[in-house]
């Protein structure tokens, strides 16, 4: 059924149609309107039978999900930012404990200084969690993920974190082909836990664990996320059967067949960077792109296997670790270990700056010039002139004061200087 609406909208109407019965929501940016709609569908009878709980925290929202799945509920949330940082004591409860609990991640900057636009710095911060976590590139890829994250968490008994560009998809409006009741339905089988809280029968779960066992606890977190390199594609495949469209899984490729140059992101920037490829096709270049849809489990052999033929690859991240380097660069090379192809990491679109393909262009000029240096983190449109100034401001002040500001002010005098 296609239909013109923001991406809130499909992915909330998507989730409805997912029969979640507890729905635990605290609004941060620019997740609300997810939230805000399931609250309507479940006020209007539209989703039922579903209890929403406003609650009074991130933390409140995870732990209330976690309550809801261990009582045998199929439970959602959605969050962004600080949000996800908040109920990170919570994130780790429910991977730990096994719970197939699906989220949405409205992918938005950390702070401080507080920023409320789009990069990957929240859900980066979590990838070693124990979540499985799903990258979307478009609006329908965002609505149907979900529809596949409630069957893989289910499927694997772990939880899910489906994650969408803030703003850039969350607020935007594109035709969306939402899937039929009747669709979900059959493709998503009634929830049937592995194992239920019953006063009747009570158990303990969570219970402390020594030494003597914790190491086999946390192999077997691994082992079931290994599980999942199998069980996404597969999902993957079974849903392109079902809908008659490809969505999800865990790589995507373009163009790179015979490509010497691939290009890796993650998210909504792969359509730019896939008009960028399509130029440089144009002008001979073998250039390609490569989309991480799945980012963990890191499909490692998967991203091998895609990689093997380039000379060189590019790595675009919208976050980084500070003081390492690149995250997916990083993990980039563990899968291409010993086969000597260079690999260079670009930060770019931090905080939300627009990442353009006139920027990309000079990108690909300074690659295919050689002009990157091996081993060193490279950041896309990157102000050095300010850098520069603040550095010698630090130098030759003992108390220069807070970065933020004194960039902020430095840039409200540049932007008063004339051309």
Same mark, same amino acid.
């Given at each position: 059924?296609?239909?013109?609406?923001e991406?809130?909208?499909a992915?909330?109407?998507?989730?409805?149609a997912?029969?979640?019965?507890?729905i635990?929501?605290?609004?941060?940016s %620019?997740?609300?309107? /997810?939230v805000e709609?399931?609250?309507d569908l479940? *006020?209007?009878?539209d989703?039922?039978?579903?209890?929403? +709980?406003?609650?009074?925290?991130?933390?409140?929202a995870m732990s209330?999900?976690?309550?809801a799945s261990?009582?045998?509920? *199929?439970a959602? =949330?959605? #969050?962004?930012?600080? !949000?996800?940082?908040?109920m990170?004591e919570?994130?780790y409860?429910?991977s730990g404990?096994?719970? %197939?609990i699906?989220?949405?991640?409205?992918?938005?900057? /950390? !702070?401080?200084?507080?920023n409320i636009w789009?990069d990957h710095?929240?859900?980066? @911060?979590?990838r070693?969690s124990?979540?499985i976590?799903?990258?979307?590139e #478009?609006?329908q890829?965002?609505?149907d993920?979900?529809v596949?994250?409630?069957?893989?968490?289910?499927?694997?008994?772990?939880?899910?974190?489906?994650?969408?560009?803030?703003f850039?998809l969350?607020?935007?409006?594109?035709r969306?082909?939402?899937p039929t009741?009747?669709?979900?339905? @059959?493709?998503?089988?009634?929830y049937?836990?592995?194992?239920?809280?019953? %006063?009747?029968?009570?158990v303990t779960?969570?219970? +402390?664990?020594g030494?003597?066992?914790f190491?086999?606890?946390?192999?077997l977190?691994h082992?079931?996320q290994?599980?999942?390199l199998?069980?996404?594609?597969?999902?993957?495949s079974e849903?392109?059967? @079902?809908?008659?469209?490809?969505?999800?899984g865990?790589l995507? !490729?373009?163009?790179?067949?015979?490509?010497?140059?691939v290009?890796?992101a993650?998210?909504s920037?792969?359509? =730019?960077?896939?008009?960028?490829?399509?130029?440089?096709?144009e002008?001979?270049?073998?250039?390609?792109?490569?989309?991480?849809?799945?980012? *963990?489990?890191?499909?490692?052999?998967d991203?091998?296997?895609?990689?093997?033929?380039?000379?060189?690859?590019?790595?675009?991240?919208k976050?980084?670790?500070v !003081?390492?380097?690149?995250?997916?660069g990083?993990n980039v090379?563990?899968?291409?270990?010993?086969l000597?192809?260079?690999?260079h990491d670009?930060?770019?679109?931090?905080?939300g700056r627009?990442?353009?393909?006139?920027?990309?262009?000079s990108l690909f000029?300074?690659?295919?010039?050689d002009r990157l240096?091996?081993?060193v983190?490279?950041?896309?449109?990157?102000d *050095?002139?300010?850098v520069e100034?603040?550095l010698?401001?630090?130098? @030759?002040?003992?108390r220069p004061?807070?970065?933020?500001?004194?960039i902020?002010?430095?840039?409200?005098i540049?932007?008063?200087?004339p051309h």
């Amino acid at each position: 059924m296609l239909e013109q609406l923001e991406g809130s909208q499909a992915v909330a109407r998507t989730v409805a149609a997912c029969r979640p019965e507890v729905i635990s929501a605290y609004p941060i940016s %620019p997740q609300t309107h /997810i939230v805000e709609a399931l609250s309507d569908l479940v *006020r209007t009878g539209d989703l039922d039978p579903c209890e929403y +709980m406003m609650v009074e925290s991130e933390f409140a929202a995870m732990s209330a999900c976690i309550g809801a799945s261990a009582a045998g509920a *199929r439970a959602y =949330t959605a #969050t962004a930012s600080q !949000g996800l940082l908040y109920m990170a004591e919570a994130l780790y409860n429910a991977s730990g404990l096994g719970l %197939p609990i699906v989220m949405t991640l409205a992918n938005r900057a /950390i !702070g401080a200084p507080i920023n409320i636009w789009n990069d990957h710095s929240d859900s980066m @911060s979590q990838r070693d969690s124990g979540w499985i976590q799903l990258y979307a590139e #478009t609006n329908q890829e965002a609505a149907d993920l979900h529809v596949q994250a409630f069957r893989l968490a289910e499927e694997i008994s772990l939880p899910v974190m489906v994650c969408m560009d803030g703003f850039i998809l969350t607020h935007a409006f594109e035709r969306v082909d939402l899937p039929t009741q009747d669709a979900v339905d @059959s493709f998503l089988p009634a929830y049937e836990p592995r194992q239920v809280l019953d %006063p009747a029968e009570p158990v303990t779960i969570g219970a +402390m664990v020594g030494p003597e066992a914790f190491t086999e606890v946390r192999y077997l977190m691994h082992a079931k996320q290994l599980q999942a390199l199998d069980a996404i594609p597969a999902i993957a495949s079974e849903f392109e059967d @079902s809908f008659g469209r490809s969505s999800g899984g865990l790589l995507r !490729g373009y163009r790179i067949d015979d490509a010497e140059t691939v290009v890796v992101a993650l998210g909504s920037v792969l359509g =730019t960077i896939e008009d960028a490829v399509d130029e440089l096709r144009e002008q001979g270049v073998k250039a390609g792109a490569l989309g991480i849809k799945c980012f *963990r489990p890191w499909p490692l052999e998967d991203v091998r296997d895609a990689l093997a033929g380039a000379q060189r690859v590019v790595v675009i991240e919208k976050a980084f670790a500070v !003081g390492a380097g690149g995250i997916v660069g990083q993990n980039v090379r563990l899968a291409l270990d010993g086969l000597g192809i260079r690999v260079h990491d670009v930060v770019a679109g931090l905080g939300g700056r627009p990442i353009t393909k006139r920027s990309l262009r000079s990108l690909f000029e300074d690659v295919f010039a050689d002009r990157l240096e091996p081993g060193v983190l490279h950041f896309l449109d990157l102000d *050095r002139e300010v850098v520069e100034r603040e550095l010698e401001r630090i130098r @030759s002040h003992a108390r220069p004061g807070p970065h933020a500001e004194n960039i902020v002010r430095e840039l409200g005098i540049v932007a008063a200087r004339p051309h």
